[in-house]
């Protein structure tokens, strides 16, 4: 069973920086599609951002792009989300996603789920 274990969450100013880590274990993700999804206070859990297994794909929400870059490292087992210009509508719970196929990830779609870290984005 695939488990996945974020870390890397916290509180920010607005326009600052953060980067997520999510570390996987129970087998190797390097053949699975992983990504984040978020859920802020009182809406809709949002999909984020996904990346194919090798890499080579990515997708990210409309609200994000330009701001967030994700990345995945096979050897290390993990996947990364870095998010820079943060407004305090980023402020969410962020969670390690990862799904059997990219179009499902890109679907919100999600086989696998993390047990989330928080993000608060306030002066």
């Known amino acids: 069973q695939l488990q996945l274990v974020e870390s890397g969450g916290g509180l920010v100013q607005p326009g600052g920086s953060l980067r997520l880590s999510c570390a996987g274990s129970g087998f190797t993700l390097r053949y699975i599609t992983l990504g984040w999804s978020r859920q802020a206070p009182g809406k809709e859990r949002e999909g984020v951002s996904c990346?194919?297994?090798?890499?080579?794909?990515?997708q990210y929400a409309e609200s994000v792009k330009g701001r967030f870059t994700i990345s995945r490292d096979n050897a290390q087992n993990t996947v990364y989300l870095q998010m820079n210009d943060l407004k305090p509508e980023d402020t969410a719970v962020y969670y390690c996603?990862?799904?059997?196929?990219?179009?499902?990830?890109?679907?919100?779609?999600?086989?696998?789920w993390g047990q989330g870290t928080q993000v608060t984005v306030s002066s």
């Open positions: 996603v990862a799904s059997w196929g990219f179009s499902h990830c890109a679907g919100d779609e999600y086989d696998y």
């Open positions: 990346i194919s297994d090798n890499g080579g794909r990515t």
